[in-house]
């Protein structure tokens, strides 16, 4: 028997661990590997994270509290965890070019509130404590404390529409940033489905907020974020951008210039697993005068750090700083451009035409199907991707009028442009043999077309192994 690698060594001696104590856990994790192998895999905000990532995760990092800042923690000995989240953050700015990072966010949304919150403290706390002769807000009496409650409660934000595709952390009510602000929100010109970025202008002039948000989850575009910055500046507001979708895409400089909000915005967050490729996670970027604040993300809204995870994320960073992750974005556009096209050239509707992210979003009422009923039929023909509103959704948030497809996972898989045709041929297969039903959740599609398209999926997806060093030997 030929000797096995260190990975599967790895990977199979982490498992037996595991099932000495919980065999059930044990299967699930394998069969997890299994089903993502043979999945064709769309979804546009996940993606494959290398071995040494995952293997970086499985350790005693995990046990250790670290609540505060490198140098500067709640508890002792924290010596290790300095010097991991020192390396992630090394990583983190030099691959972004970015003044400052902050890699302790557990997620989008946690990102997300260490900014907001960040930027309140700057914009509406710092002035209050000055305008109070204090010099923290344990210090302010009762009346003072009640007034900056109150401010803190009446600030505004502006950001994209959900049905735009925003994001509900962007000031939406179902999200906690929608009960912190007031939000107004900037969609796309009806007629070229992009940011018509002279109402976007317009908008700001006349609702005045704290913080323009630029980014998105849903958009298809790349976006300008000079223009939002001058817009930001004309009004007074804070740029913030959320490059959660496209982070990858401005690691491997695929958006640079007017399009990397790193250049342009005052603080940037992101996640760390989709086309970033890195662990499950979240980071800041901000300009070194708002870095304090920032420092103050945990315990303000984050618990303690997760160190193995910040450990994760420096070798995603370190990766994504090595020459091939910059043709690994570039392809990750090549095939989103390529499935748009083969979508398009087989009479598809794609919301503003096409793409030039990531992301490719379909208007499946061209086929007389919600998104729903579209979802379930593709899911059911082995190809995964998640329904989405488009602007001005006639079928609202649940059950939609569009697909949302996406290629960095398959792009890390190997799936090239033809594969891409491949699979815009299947899509277009699946819609238009499919049929409403008596409700926007049910349809009508045969058995024998689902189980060829996911035939058709498998074979595909067989010329391309999933973590081909990692044999589980189950
Ligand atoms: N869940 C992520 C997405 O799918 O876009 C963002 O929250």
């Given at each position: 028997m030929s000797e096995l690698n260190a990975e599967s060594t790895a990977f199979r001696a982490a498992l037996e661990a595991v099932r000495a104590v919980e065999p059930r856990i044990a299967d699930a994790i394998a069969k997890e590997l299994h089903d993502q192998r043979e999945s064709l895999k769309l979804i546009a905000s996940e993606n494959y994270?290398?071995?040494?990532?995952?293997l970086a995760m499985g350790n005693w990092l995990s046990d250790k509290y670290a609540e505060g800042t490198i140098g500067r923690r709640f508890y002792a000995g924290c010596q290790n965890v300095d010097t991991v989240e020192q390396i992630a953050v090394e990583h983190a700015k030099a691959l972004f070019g970015a003044p400052y990072a902050y890699v302790q966010p557990h997620s989008g949304i946690d990102a997300n509130l260490v900014a907001y919150w960040a930027v309140l403290a700057d914009r509406v706390e710092a002035p209050a404590l000055a305008k109070a002769q204090k010099r923290n807000v344990n210090d302010l009496t009762d009346a003072e404390w009640a007034e900056l409650r109150q401010a803190f409660g009446n600030q505004r934000m502006l950001g994209m529409s959900l049905d735009a595709g925003g994001h509900l952390t962007h000031g939406f009510r179902p999200n906690i940033s929608g009960k912190m602000f007031d939000q107004r929100s900037y969609g796309v010109d009806a007629a070229t489905g992009q940011i018509d970025y002279a109402a976007l202008r317009e908008s700001a002039r006349e609702f005045k907020p704290l913080i323009i948000v630029g980014g998105y989850s849903a958009y298809p575009r790349k976006v300008n974020f000079r223009i939002?910055?001058?817009?930001?500046?004309?009004?007074?507001?804070?740029?913030?951008?959320?490059?959660?979708?496209?982070?990858?895409?401005?690691?491997?400089?695929?958006?640079?210039?007017?399009?990397?909000?790193i250049e342009h915005a005052h603080i940037v967050t992101t996640t760390t697993h989709k086309s970033l490729r890195g662990p499950r996670g979240g980071a800041v970027f901000?300009?070194?005068e708002l870095a304090d604040q920032v420092d103050r993300g945990c315990p303000m809204v984050l618990g303690g750090p997760l160190a193995?995870?910040?450990?994760?994320?420096a070798i995603a960073f370190a990766e994504a700083r090595r020459p091939e992750f910059a043709d690994y974005a570039q392809r990750i556009v090549d095939n989103s451009q390529a499935l748009a096209e083969g979508l398009l050239r087989r009479g598809a509707t794609l919301v503003s035409g096409g793409t030039d992210n990531h992301l490719v979003l379909v208007?499946?009422?061209?086929?007389?199907?919600?998104?729903?009923?579209?979802?379930?039929?593709?899911?059911?023909?082995?190809?995964?991707?998640?329904?989405?509103?488009?602007?001005q959704d006639p079928n609202g948030a649940w059950y939609t009028s569009g697909i949302r497809i996406g290629t960095p996972a398959l792009t890390t898989r190997g799936l090239g442009t033809a594969e891409m045709d491949q699979i815009a041929e299947l899509m277009h297969t699946v819609l238009s043999q499919t049929k409403a039903g008596a409700s926007k959740a049910k349809f009508d599609l045969d058995p024998a077309v689902s189980?060829?398209?996911?035939?058709?999926?498998?074979?595909?997806?067989?010329?391309?192994p999933l973590y081909p060093s990692v044999d589980l030997g189950v």
């Open positions: 994270a290398s071995p040494a990532v995952l939002m910055r001058e817009i930001a500046d004309e009004v007074g507001a804070t740029f913030m951008v959320d490059m959660a979708h496209f982070a990858g895409l401005v690691a491997g400089k695929v958006f640079t210039g007017d399009f990397n909000p901000c300009q070194p193995h995870v910040m450990a994760a994320k208007d499946v009422d061209k086929y007389g199907l919600t998104g729903r009923q579209a979802e379930q039929a593709l899911l059911d023909s082995g190809i995964v991707t998640n329904r989405n509103a488009i602007p189980e060829g398209i996911s035939k058709q999926a498998n074979d595909l997806l067989g010329a391309f």
